[in-house]
C-alpha cells in the first residue's frame, strides 16, 4: 500500500492521524472503509467486480442506443468513494457507469441518487469535476445515514462548483413533499444539460423500509418511473439499497414499467 488514496475519506475524518500507517492490520484495513457494518469475506472482490461489470454493461448497452438498461447489481455502490468502502458498497457501480459514459464521447453525464441515503461515495469522487452533474434526494445527514455528507450546502468544489445538489428531506417524507424534490433534481439534470442519465435506484424510500424513514407506497415508484423517463435521457439505472425484502422486486418492477 505505497499510495494511500485517503484524500476524501482523511477529510471525512478531520482531525484524525491518517498519514501514519499502523502495523495492526485491522487498524489498517480501517484506513479505507468509514462504518463497521460492511465486512469483507472471500466472496467479497468477485461479487463487487461482477457488480461493477453489470453497471459497466449497462453503460454500453445505452451507449449502444438502448433507452434504457438496468444493472442488477449486489453489491450496491452509491457509498464507496474512490479510496474507501462502506455502507454495504466496495466499488461505485454509479459511478463506474458514469465515467464510461464519459470515456466512450458523452460530454455531459448526470447521477442522480434517489436512494434513502445520500450517495456520499459518487459525490465524492466527482465532487471537483464538471463533467458528472451530481444529484441526491436521501434523508437528512442530521439524524440519517451516512451523516458525514449529503448537506444542502454541499455545491461541489474547484471546476465542480455548482455541480453537486443535495436535496435532503425530514423522515416522514411522503411522495408528495419527496416529488417535489425530484422535480428540482430533475430540473437541475435538464439546465446542465446532461446527455445521458445514470439513476442509483434504492427502494429502500419504502413506507415500509426497516432502516429508513420515508414515506413512498409501491405505487409512488411507477409515478417516480415516470416522471424520471418523462425526462427523455438514455438511462442506465443501478441497483442501490431496498431492504423491505418482500416489496422490493414489485417497488424496483414499477420503476421500470414506466420506461418500458
Ligand atoms: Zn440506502
Redesign the pocket.
Known sequence: MDSVPLKHLSQIRGPLHTDQEPDNFSARLGLYCFDSGTPLTAGTWHAARSGADCALSAAAAVLAGDRVAFALTRP?G??AGAGYFG?YCFVNNAAVAAQHLRDQGLDRVAVLDV???HGNGTQSIFYDRADVFFASI?GDPRTE?PFYLGHADERGAGAGLGANLNLPLARGTDYAAWSQALEEGLRAVTDYGAQALVLSL?V?TFAQDP??GFKLHSEDFLRMGERIAKAGLPTAIVF????AVEAVGVNVANVLQAFA
Do not use: L
Request: overall charge negative; charged content about 20%; hydrophobic content about 5%.
Open positions: 450496491p452509491h457509498h455502507g436512494d434513502y441515503h436521501h445515514y434504492g429502500d432502516i429508513s442501490e439499497g431496498g431492504y
